[in-house]
């Protein structure tokens, strides 16, 4: 047993097997992958990585797993899942999430070809754990994936704690031993004991405010826009270019590929972010001002890019020189609670009103962005506000400081 100090929870506890798994190539590269991709161009301590995040979130699983009762196979199971939940990041983690799905055809939580064969089939099979039971859990598809994919799921719980620590922004407050101490394994999942409401919305809170002070801060979609831009242009025009390998990159191999590439574009959109001579935005606005059910219809770049073109066209200025960014609209905060003295389980919004004016609440924080080069602002929002047909602001909107 090893000792592995960690600056969230303390002291995390890492048997032999776990170990083996830790010195493997994949888990290993993600210590040069960033939890937060481009945060810290906003929160320069915000240089943490994916790493130190599954340490964490195998450590908390590990405690939930004892709290519900987990026998051994089952824990180990759970615990291994959490571990490697996050080895199918792309460079710069969520980033390159958009050009992972519309050119590998695979999302992060699909990790089979990482686990099924290889190192982490070897370590996985002589400790008895089915490799395709652990992609089942991290993917979302076996019985115990709550754990670590739920509204309350021991990944969020880490992942609030470690950005607020190292972001310095203090609202990633949550108390993960109060919220594991009162959860229950219920036949849709987890679920929570009535006694861990304030506990629940205590986290459902933190994400509510990380959200636009980190998450989805302005400057850090700014660079995400770029850089994806610069990610597609070096996959579409440069002959040769495979997608898969792009993506298994590290951040630091992944920038320094498309910093020198043959693509103009892709060179440029790279090294503006490296130096962070980012686009400004031209266009900020809600869904109450853009049709953003339309606009989700067909999500992903490649709808984003056409109506760049269109607003580029329409403003007379180069092409690459105008991105749109139309973030997926929040999903609903939401999971079960039984009740005291009673088998019976109700939506946490019965019994906590709270929880409806946070689902308003992040649904007003969504925000359709165009941006573009300093110099085409003022064109560049004629132009998108035409062409996404945006309405006029009310003196409400004017009152909002952007």
């Known amino acids: 047993m090893k000792i592995i100090k960690d600056p969230v929870h303390g002291y995390v506890e890492a048997d032999e ?75 710069f983690s969520h980033v390159t999430e958009p050009v992972m799905e519309e050119f590998v055809g695979r999302g992060h939580h699909q990790i089979d070809c990482l686990v099924r064969e290889g190192a982490i089939a070897d370590i996985l099979e002589a400790e008895g754990i089915d490799p395709a039971e652990v992609c089942a859990v991290v993917a979302g598809k076996h019985r115990f994936a709550s754990i670590i994919h739920g509204s309350l799921d021991v990944d969020r719980m880490d992942y609030l704690m470690r950005d607020a620590h190292y972001t310095g922004v203090p609202y990633g407050t949550v108390d993960a031993h ?41 400057v850090s979609r700014i660079a995400t826009s770029m850089f994806v831009h610069a990610l597609r242009e070096e996959v579409l025009n440069v002959p040769g270019t495979d997608a898969r390998e792009l993506v298994r990159m590290d951040d630091a191999a992944c920038m320094e590929r ?12 790279a090294n503006r972010v490296y130096a962070r001579d980012l686009y400004k935005r031209a266009l900020y606005v809600g869904e109450d001002r853009v049709n953003a059910a339309a606009l989700r219809q067909d999500p992903g770049p490649a709808r984003e890019r056409d109506l760049a073109l269109a607003i580029a066209e329409t403003a007379g200025v180069p092409a690459a020189e105008v991105l749109v960014d139309i973030p997926p609209l929040p999903r609903a905060l939401s999971m079960e609670v039984r009740v005291r003295n009673s088998h019976a389980m109700v939506d946490i919004e019965e019994v906590s009103p709270l929880i409806s004016t946070l689902n308003d609440t992040r649904r007003q924080q969504w925000r359709l962005g165009v941006y573009t080069a300093p110099e085409h602002r003022r064109v560049v929002e004629q132009a998108a506000t035409e062409v996404l047909r945006v309405k006029r602001a009310t003196k409400q909107d004017k009152l909002v400081v952007t």
């Open 17 to 91: 097997p776990v170990l083996r798994l830790l010195d493997s190539g994949v888990v290993q590269r993600l210590r040069h992958v960033t939890q937060l991709g481009f945060a810290n161009l906003v929160y320069p301590g915000a240089n943490h990585t994916r790493f130190e995040h599954s340490l964490g979130t195998m450590h908390l699983a590990g405690l939930m797993c004892r709290e519900l009762g987990l026998d051994d196979g089952e824990m180990k199971l759970v615990t291994t899942a959490a571990l490697l939940h996050d080895i199918g990041h792309g460079p």
């Open 178 to 218: 109060r919220l594991i101490r009162c959860s229950v394994l219920a036949e849709s999942g987890i679920a929570l004991r009535e006694s861990g409401i304030n506990a629940a919305e205590s986290l459902l809170i933190a994400r509510t405010l990380m959200r636009p002070a980190v998450y989805f801060h302005h």
């Open 258 to 269: 498309l910093k020198h590439s043959p693509c103009e574009i892709t060179r440029d959109l």
